[in-house]
């Protein structure tokens, strides 16, 4: 039982880095935040539609935690060779005059 909210957590962390390498214009945002957790929620309402599949809130939990998880690693993330090429681009901020 454990292992599977450790791999909901960590399939959610690798799609919320997904979601911001894809959209690498604005920083990991509210936004994007929101966007991984609804597609979380999505995928447990949509196993309510199958026989052998069950949603569950603590699938949700543990989603909503990798997203937690991959915003609070972001700095850590900047500085890891491999993984710092997402943020080699500007990302745009509110109030930024950038047109």
């Known amino acids: 039982m454990a292992a599977d909210k450790v791999?909901?957590?960590l399939a959610f962390?690798?799609?919320s880095g997904l979601l911001d390498g894809f959209c690498y214009q604005d920083s990991?945002?509210?936004?994007k935040?929101?966007?991984a957790a609804l597609y979380g929620m999505?995928?447990?309402g949509l196993q309510s539609l199958t026989d052998y599949r069950h949603p569950s809130f603590w699938d949700i939990v543990a989603n909503c935690?990798?997203?937690l998880m991959y915003w609070l690693l972001i700095p850590?993330?900047?500085?890891t060779p491999v993984l710092r090429v997402r943020w080699a681009f500007k990302e745009t901020h509110p109030?930024?005059?950038n047109g």
């Open 13 to 15: 962390l690798v799609i």
């Open 33 to 35: 935040a929101s966007i």
């Open 28 to 31: 990991f945002n509210l936004k």
């Open 76 to 79: 850590a993330f900047k500085r």
């Open 42 to 44: 999505w995928i447990e």
């Open 95 to 97: 109030g930024d005059n």
């Open 65 to 67: 935690f990798g997203i």
């Open 7 to 9: 791999a909901h957590c």
